[in-house]
T-cell receptor, first 112, second 113 residues
């Protein structure tokens, strides 16, 4: 079945550092790919998405490019802030009923 | 603001009790989902529903059932709670024409003692 693998956390960075969180996927078809973010005490919210190969999703300074050849969707941000501290989930969706498969999540802690 | 509301933020139950987790969305979404979130395992889909009175098993349905009598409400039922069902439960909804974006509630932390 479909699956998503993302890097283990936690990731600790200083403010203004460059962020990369790796994500790879396994799927038989052509899934849509997502990054969701979960701030402390809250549910998940969509951060960005890409629906086909070579698409780049972006939001709030975060970016991720759908790479079909490497089955990857790595999350990047050029300069992180303390307010970016959260858990980040990579996810994919395909087929009917919009069933979404999530990775295990990567906790990011940004220190001043 | 669009909303998915879960009835309880924290819940403590005893082994063997019947437990109801309620979820209501105000966005007229067709699809609703129940996930459980555990450290190191991420989110795992328990059940989902794509229409009133319709339900489909997710990846880990054992020990759970669901009910969707109205479009806006999706209930998760633990028929006989066990300690291994201690977890964070997240409800989500989406629109069929909405580009697969899920809207989540803030979760119910269930402890089964």
């Amino acid at each position: 079945g479909d699956s998503v693998t993302q890097m283990e956390g936690p990731v600790t960075l200083s403010e203004e550092a460059f962020l990369t969180i790796n994500c790879t996927y396994t799927a038989t078809g052509y899934p849509s790919l997502f990054w969701y973010v979960q701030y402390p005490g809250e549910g998940l919210q969509l951060l960005l998405k890409a629906t086909k190969a070579d698409d780049k999703g972006s939001n709030k300074g975060f970016e991720a490019t759908y790479r079909k050849e490497t089955t990857s969707f790595h999350l990047e941000k050029g300069s992180v802030q303390v307010s970016d501290s959260a858990v980040y989930f990579c996810a994919l969706s395909q087929g009917g009923y919009q069933k979404v498969t999530f990775g295990t999540g990567t906790k990011l802690q940004v220190i001043p | 603001d669009v909303k998915v509301t879960q009835s309880s933020r924290y819940l403590v139950k005893r082994t063997g009790e019947k437990v109801f987790l309620e979820c209501v969305q105000d966005m007229d979404h067709e699809n609703m989902f129940w996930y459980r979130q555990d450290p190191g395992l991420g989110l795992r889909l328990i059940y989902f529903s794509y229409d009133v009175k319709m339900k489909e098993k997710g990846d880990i349905p054992e020990g759970y059932s669901v009910s969707r009598e109205k479009k806006e409400r999706f209930s998760l039922i633990l028929e006989s709670a066990s300690t291994n069902q201690t977890s964070m439960y997240l409800c989500a909804s989406s629109s069929t024409g909405g580009g697969e974006k899920l809207f989540f509630g803030s979760g119910t932390q269930l402890s089964v003692l």
